[in-house]
């Protein structure tokens, strides 16, 4: 079976490096995204690497359809498909007496029902191809513990480890895994952008802001992307055959479950 992976918000950040991690460990690899101009630069660098390894497709996650021609494509175009990450995902920042309905529509609808997307996607054409596969949904630590002003946000990060954990359960007979990865500070631009909001609302500078989310980090650092990707190159590898519905912390030690 060739190995292939689809992988959601792959412009930049996580997803880039969970691509790359990916392409290095022998998958044909979907770069997706929002924006042409950094799936493509991602595809390219990868294809540069390793020959015709991967193919960027644009696609927003809240539109059931196009999520759904674009894992088609992918298995048209690699002759199959055995992971499917949906990685993509928005953090506003929410104090609670700030969070209006816009928000909480956009939020939910990039990070829950984008997900749900995906997984119903990958579930098509698996069975599509006769076989199973693993999918992998992005959530955070701010899923597992909620961090101030993130309210809407942990909220849709808490619903993916709900999810996950239904759906291990929903597609084990079809030989379907599903599992999460719960990053903790990561060197991201959304990191950045959280870390600026949460500084300015209390008047102070962005090292302030992120210092809100990093201290106390039990490995005394924040994390890089490929810390993550290391992570989800196992979820998606065959060592972890043996495990589903689980959410796999990769925080460097900040919540314990
Ligand atoms: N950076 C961090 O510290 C943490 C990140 N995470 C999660 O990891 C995942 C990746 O986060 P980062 O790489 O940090 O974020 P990022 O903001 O740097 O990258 C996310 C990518 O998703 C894309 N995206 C957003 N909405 C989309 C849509 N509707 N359709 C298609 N693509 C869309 C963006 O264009 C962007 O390229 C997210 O689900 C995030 O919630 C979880 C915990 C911590
Ligand atoms: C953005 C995020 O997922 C955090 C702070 O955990």
Do not use: C
């Not at 292939?4 to 930049?12: E, I």
């Not at 995902?89 to 816009?102: C, F, N, Q, S, Y």
Request: charged content about 20%.
């Amino acid at each position: 079976m060739t190995k292939v992976a689809f992988v959601t918000g792959a412009g930049q950040g996580i997803g880039e490096a969970i691509a790359k991690r990916l392409a290095d460990d022998g998958f044909k690899v979907a770069v997706v995204g929002r924006t042409l101009t950094k799936v493509a630069r991602v595809a390219e660098e990868i294809n540069t690497k390793h020959a015709d390894a991967a193919l960027a497709i644009s696609v927003d996650v809240t539109k059931r359809d196009e999520v759904f021609a674009a894992v088609k494509q992918t298995a048209d175009a690699f002759g199959d498909l055995t992971v499917v990450i949906n990685n993509a995902g928005v953090a506003p920042t929410t104090p609670i007496l700030e969070v209006d309905e816009d928000t909480i529509k956009w939020t939910f609808e990039t990070n829950v029902n984008g997900t749900i997307w995906g997984i119903q996607a990958a579930t098509e054409t698996f069975k599509a191809l006769g076989h199973g596969g693993k999918i992998i949904n992005a959530t955070s630590q701010a899923g597992v513990e909620g961090n101030a002003e993130l309210s809407v946000y942990g909220a849709t990060k808490f619903a993916i480890r709900g999810i996950t954990q239904t759906t291990a359960k929903e597609l084990a007979p079809l030989g379907i895994t599903v599992n999460a990865f719960a990053p903790g500070i990561v060197k991201t631009p959304m990191m950045y952008d959280v870390a600026h909001n949460v500084g300015k609302n209390a008047g102070k500078d962005d090292d302030w802001g992120m210092a809100q989310f990093s201290d106390g980090i039990a490995l005394g650092r924040v994390s890089e992307p490929e810390d993550v990707a290391n992570a989800v190159g196992f979820l998606a590898g065959s060592d972890s055959n043996y495990i589903t519905g689980q959410t796999l912390i990769v925080d460097g030690g900040m919540v314990f479950h």
